[in-house]
């Protein structure tokens, strides 16, 4: 394994890292001020649509698509560094490079899967950054960790699919540009293998019954530069039933192939919140004074910032390696990877950024700085895209079938 930038992934961080320091940083102060006069707290500031198109011309736009057609061409080895360079600001640059989640998951999803029609209809606007998609899977009234209890129903009639269901969590829904939901639902709840019960479909945001109903918050944060996190209720949706992605029963795997980019993609850019957590860390206690000399002599400041460096070293190695199996056996292949970096990273960089709010006190947990916001980030992803106990569960049944004896 050689994780050495090679010369194009090490041009392109030079240009990201030029971009971060000349547009996006300067801009956050800008956004928040942007917001606080809009008519709605889901209006996009318009320094936003100058950051995307200022990306675009200088060539940092798309760059976690590794097909050519659709984006940069770059493997996962190659992307890694760069989002975790976008990391660093994830209310802005990720957007900013159209790199956002849950944009990136759909836009994968739909090259993947989606008819022609589909991609040109739908994809393509993604691509350009034109519209705004999110993903309906996760469901209040079951445990959705287990996606065989999805109980949303698409059911046919005729030339449609009629859905009848309600979700919540649903990250993108309420943002202004958002035009297109796919959702996931039983088609065939009769079926033996319960992983073929389920579908997907593609929901434009305006359909008869489609009901964006509230926003939910995120320890008290709606994350409103994303598009929010919705409580979307269906009721008895008609779309035609070319709007189904892929085949009927393929709700499920499908599921699974949008969600391993998805986690790898969480964690390089947690990686890089944890880096922006340490240089506000050292920053403030080389700064600030407290029993007559500054916090950067302090033992315990010195330890935290010392076991910080360490695990994100640590949890570096471990992403670039499981970007590195990606890209040479597979998603299936890395899968004991990809479930170990999602169970570390959050976790590790949760209380990184945790001692660095400790050290900013007040100001830790307040506006002024990014901290709270990125705990709170770091902490959710403990439970997006699979809480931590599914992993290890099934991270640990793998390692035991190695020693288990038949019967």
Request: with cysteine; proline share 6%; aromatic share 6%.
């Amino acid at each position: 394994m050689d994780f050495a930038f090679d010369a194009r992934t090490e041009e392109l961080r030079e240009r990201l890292l030029a971009f971060m320091e000349e547009c996006v940083y300067p801009a956050e102060a800008t956004a928040a001020a942007q917001r606080a006069a809009l008519a709605s707290p889901w209006d996009v500031p318009p320094v936003v649509e100058e950051l995307k198109a200022e990306a675009r011309r200088r060539g940092l736009w798309n760059l976690f698509l590794p097909d050519e057609k659709y984006g940069a061409g770059l493997t996962n080895l190659q992307y890694a560094p760069l989002a975790e360079i976008t990391g660093r600001s994830p209310q802005l640059a990720p957007t900013a490079v159209n790199c956002a989640a849950p944009d990136t998951g759909n836009m994968e999803l739909l090259a993947q899967f989606g008819t022609p029609e589909q991609r040109e209809r739908w994809l393509a606007p993604l691509l350009a950054g034109e519209m705004r998609s999110a993903f309906a899977m996760t469901e209040p009234d079951v445990a959705s960790s287990d996606a065989t209890n999805i109980a949303t129903r698409i059911e046919r009639d005729g030339d449609a699919y009629v859905i009848t269901g309600r979700k919540w969590y649903i990250s993108g829904a309420l943002h202004p540009e958002c035009r297109i939901l796919i959702v996931m639902g039983v088609t065939d709840p009769g079926a033996p293998d319960v992983r073929r019960r389920q579908s997907m479909v593609l929901v434009p945001r305006d359909t008869p019954g489609v009901e964006v109903r509230r926003a939910m918050r995120v320890y008290g944060y709606e994350d409103h530069y994303h598009g929010g996190h919705a409580e979307v209720v269906l009721d008895r949706v008609r779309v035609p039933v070319t709007n189904l992605v892929g085949e009927e029963g393929g709700g499920f795997a499908i599921a699974q192939a949008r969600l391993g980019p998805g986690r790898i993609h969480h964690c390089m850019r947690l990686i890089g919140m944890a880096e922006r957590a340490v240089e506000l860390m050292c920053r403030r206690a080389v700064e600030r004074t407290a029993f007559g000399g500054p916090l950067a002599d302090q033992g315990v400041v010195q330890q935290w910032i010392a076991d910080s460096r360490v695990a994100i070293e640590q949890l570096r190695l471990l992403v670039l390696k499981t970007a590195w199996l990606m890209d040479t056996v597979g998603n299936r292949g890395a899968h004991t990877e990809i479930q170990a970096i999602k169970i570390a990273t959050p976790r590790t960089v949760a209380d990184i950024v945790d001692r660095a709010v400790q050290l900013h006190g007040a100001g830790g947990v307040g506006q002024d700085f990014p901290l709270a916001e990125l705990w709170a980030a770091a902490r959710t992803l403990r439970l997006a895209d699979g809480p931590d106990e599914v992993h290890q569960r099934s991270l640990a049944r793998r390692e035991l079938a190695r020693y288990r004896r038949a019967p």
